[in-house]
């Protein structure tokens, strides 16, 4: 397996990977997507094996309680960003159970902490908050992130 950044050309193996593993509320446009890997290059990472995409994460630098709407492009990072915000982390089913997600999630944090980010925040979907939760994250509230989609939002480090 190659972890690489991710590109443009990468639009549509994000897209079949994302039909894949969430809701159709859940899935993001082609213009939010490329916006993320232009606004944070460092931030877009594919799993790559010998069949093609098997996972990827996107995450961006924000301010402190903030939540990507979906579907929406981000206009830009923002001056004051002091959390990162992890977008999105996912795994084919072909290659679930072999740690691609634990990488992934790594990789994303070592950005943040590269930063100098000490506190991050997501939104956990699907029922994934114990995956999150051993990487320290915790629980901060349930919401509905998009329709029929129950949430948690999570952070790790600095306060609720």
Avoid: N
Wanted: hydrophobic share 40%; proline share 6%; net charge neutral.
């Amino acid at each position: 397996m190659t972890l690489r950044p991710l590109t443009r050309h990468d639009i549509d193996a994000l897209h079949a990977l994302e039909a894949e593993s969430y809701l159709p509320s859940l899935h993001e446009s082609d213009a939010a997507f490329r916006r993320l890997i232009e606004l944070f290059p460092e931030g877009a990472v594919g799993c790559f094996d010998d069949e093609g995409m098997c996972g990827y994460a996107l995450g961006v630098p924000l301010t402190a309680g903030s939540t990507l709407p979906l579907r929406s492009p981000l206009d830009r990072i923002p001056d004051a960003a002091d959390t990162f915000y992890i977008h999105d982390v996912a795994v084919a089913a072909r290659c679930r159970g072999r740690g691609i997600g634990r990488l992934l999630a790594t990789r994303l944090l070592d950005v943040a902490a590269a930063r100098g980010l000490t506190r991050s925040e997501l939104v956990s979907v699907q029922g994934s908050a114990p995956f999150w939760e051993r990487f320290g994250f915790r629980r901060v509230r349930d919401f509905e992130y998009a329709p029929g989609a129950p949430s948690v939002k999570m952070i790790r480090g600095g306060t609720a």
